[in-house]
C-alpha cells in the first residue's frame, strides 16, 4: 500500500472519529467514502470506528463489475450511493453519510431546508433537497439520492439521515458539519411560529458570488481537528 493511500484510509477513520466526537452521527450509523485514483475507498460494515486500522477500510474499483471489493471486511452497506455519486460526479472526492439529529428530523418529516439562511449557497443552490424514502442499502435509494443532488453538494433522505459531498474528505466534512447546523437553526425558526423569511434567488446568487472571493472553505480546513463550529445535538 502506496503512504498516500494509508493516509487516505487514516484520515477517513479520523474523519469518522470526529464525526461522532462532535455529535454528527452515533454508533456506525454513518459512513464515509473518498476517491483515490480509480478507487472508492470506504468505511466497512458494522466496525466501530475506534477499531478501525487502514487495512480495514475496503476498496471499490470503478472499472470493475459493479459491487466489486477489496479488504478484509465488506464494505458499508450504503457503498451503493457512495460508489454511484462518486462515479457519477467527478468533481467530487469524498462522500460523508450520517444520522444527525436535526438533519433527520427534517427528513422524518420529508422536508427540504430552504434558503433560511445564507449558507444554504454553500450547497450549490437556493435548498437543499429531501430524497423521496427507499429501503436502506438498496438502488433505489442510490437512484434518489443522486436526483436530490443534481446542481447540489448534500442533501436529505426521508426517514433517513443526510450526504454532504466535497471535493476533499475535509470539504466533505465541513459541508457535513454546515448541513447539520442550518437544520437545527431553521428547526429552532419554525418552533418561534410563522416560520422563517426566506431568502431570494438573487441574494442567494450574491452570496455565492461573494463566497468565490472569501474563501469560505478554507476557513474551516482545519475542521478534522474539531476547531471550528462543533454541532452538538
Keep these: 500500500m502506496k503512504k498516500s493511500e494509508k493516509k487516505l484510509r487514516q484520515a ?3 474523519q469518522c472519529l470526529f464525526m461522532n466526537a462532535c455529535g454528527l452521527n452515533q454508533g456506525t450509523s454513518g459512513n464515509i467514502s473518498a476517491r483515490y485514483h480509480d478507487r ?4 466497512p460494515s458494522a466496525t466501530p470506528y475506534d477499531k478501525l486500522t487502514p487495512e480495514m477500510i475496503a476498496s471499490m474499483p470503478f472499472d470493475a463489475d459493479y459491487g466489486t471489493w477489496d479488504g478484509p471486511l465488506k464494505p458499508s452497506t450504503e457503498w451503493r450511493f457512495h460508489f454511484d455519486i462518486l462515479k457519477n460526479r467527478t468533481d467530487m472526492g469524498a462522500v460523508v453519510h450520517a444520522h444527525p439529529t436535526y438533519c433527520t428530523a427534517l427528513a422524518m418529516a420529508h422536508k427540504e431546508i430552504p434558503a433560511a439562511h445564507y449558507m444554504i449557497a454553500a450547497f450549490g443552490g437556493t435548498n437543499v433537497r429531501c430524497a423521496p424514502y427507499a429501503r436502506f442499502g438498496s438502488p433505489e435509494l442510490s437512484k434518489l439520492a443522486i436526483e436530490a443532488l443534481e446542481g447540489r453538494t448534500a442533501c436529505l433522505l426521508a426517514n433517513h439521515g443526510s450526504i454532504a459531498m466535497g471535493e476533499t474528505l475535509d470539504k466533505a466534512m ?3 458539519v454546515e448541513l447539520e447546523t442550518i437544520a437545527r437553526q431553521y428547526h429552532l425558526s419554525l418552533s418561534i411560529g410563522g416560520g422563517p423569511f426566506i431568502l431570494t434567488d438573487d441574494q442567494i446568487a450574491e452570496t455565492m458570488a461573494a463566497f468565490g472571493s472569501y474563501g469560505v472553505q478554507d476557513d474551516y480546513k ?8 462543533e454541532v452538538k445535538a
Excluded at 472508492?40 to 468505511?43: D, E, N, P, Q
Design 40 to 43: 472508492m475507498l470506504i468505511t
Design 174 to 176: 465541513w459541508r457535513a
Design 222 to 229: 482545519d475542521i478534522a481537528a474539531g476547531t471550528k463550529r
Design 12 to 14: 477517513i477513520i479520523d
